[in-house]
């Protein structure tokens, strides 16, 4: 009698158990489970499979022009409508700036032997000075200090997010606009919105803090007394806006703007360095503006757990 109440015993523990597995969902991985975060707003991330190991954007070409073209303009409306909320909301805001000079790069097409066809990039020297190029490479201490700020939950945001001052946060249309990707993992949602090249001054003042690239030519006044800097031509290439946000919330958690600016000058020697002339001098400065954002009140009653 113990033994078969013992059995029977054991047969409803092991009911109970193949219930509770049913519910559980499985990868198929021993001790892995997988959890399904739904979108808040679906959008169309087919327009890329992933981000590379570089963050960037990998596309998928599958598609026809025509779709990615569908795509582009429904992520872009979500950007636009989303980047907009941000200066009538309460956060503390974090930015941070990172600057560099690089070598102006161009792309070629170049035929092998059997006709085939490839793209080759070439980084451009600054210049085909020796003398000028060294310079330029010792000066960029000078030339690239970062800055920051911040500011505090509640605070003034309509001062501090470009376009600072504006009611607005991006007034760029369709049109402006090259390509939007959207790419979703986990809980992250990553839009890239690529502007048009080369971008015309006034496309991007609908959405950047202007600025210029004077600072980077007062860099050079470290050296005058070894040469003079020229005024100099600007061109905006490949400029983006990067925004991450929540994909259960669609809340925006930060906002990235990079302008690439080829910049074209001459310098001209001075002192010890007259007899180099006037040097046509050509460079890439790259300036990054990220804003965190965090809606955490910090005045907010904890939760006890």
């Known amino acids: 009698m113990k033994k078969t109440v013992i059995c029977a015993v054991s047969f409803m523990l092991a009911?109970?158990?193949l219930f509770c597995l049913a519910g559980c969902d499985f990868t198929g991985n021993e001790g892995e489970t997988t959890t399904t975060i739904k979108a808040k707003t679906p959008l169309p991330t087919d327009i890329t499979t992933s981000l590379d190991e570089n963050s960037s954007v990998v596309t998928d070409t599958q598609y026809t022009p025509e779709k990615l073209k569908e795509n582009t303009a429904t992520i872009f409306e979500y950007f636009n409508v989303h980047i907009n909320e941000l200066k009538d909301i309460k956060a503390s805001v974090n930015m941070s700036r990172d600057k560099s000079i690089n070598r102006i790069e161009e792309t070629k097409t170049v035929k092998d032997e059997n006709g085939n066809e490839t793209e080759e990039t070439e980084r451009l020297p600054y210049s085909e000075n020796d003398?000028?190029?060294?310079a330029i490479d010792s000066l960029k201490d000078y030339m690239?200090?970062?800055?920051?700020?911040?500011?505090?939950?509640?605070?003034d945001l309509k001062g501090f997010l470009p376009v600072k001052g504006e009611d607005f946060v991006?007034?760029?249309t369709l049109e402006d606009v090259e390509s939007a990707t959207c790419v979703d993992r986990d809980s992250e949602r990553t839009i890239t919105v690529t502007l048009k090249s080369?971008?015309?001054p006034e496309t991007l003042e609908k959405a950047y803090d202007m600025g210029n690239v004077d600072e980077v030519m007062k860099g050079f006044e470290e050296a005058n007394q070894y040469m003079t800097v020229d005024k100099p031509t600007l061109v905006y290439d490949n400029c983006q806006i990067i925004i991450r946000a929540d994909i259960e919330t669609d809340e925006i958690t930060s906002i990235e703007y990079i302008k690439n600016i080829n910049v074209k000058t001459s310098v001209t020697g001075v002192g010890k360095l007259e007899s180099i002339g006037n040097v046509p001098v050509q460079l890439c400065y790259r300036d990054s503006v990220r804003y965190s954002i965090d809606r955490t009140d910090p005045d907010a009653p904890k939760e006890i757990v």
Do not use: H, K, Q, W
Not at 131 to 134: D, E, T
Not at 144 to 155: F, I, K, M, T
């Open 15 to 17: 009911l109970a158990m």
């Open 131 to 134: 003398y000028v190029n060294i």
């Open 144 to 155: 690239l200090n970062e800055d920051g700020a911040e500011v505090e939950y509640g605070g």
């Open 170 to 172: 991006s007034r760029l």
């Open 198 to 200: 080369p971008a015309l």
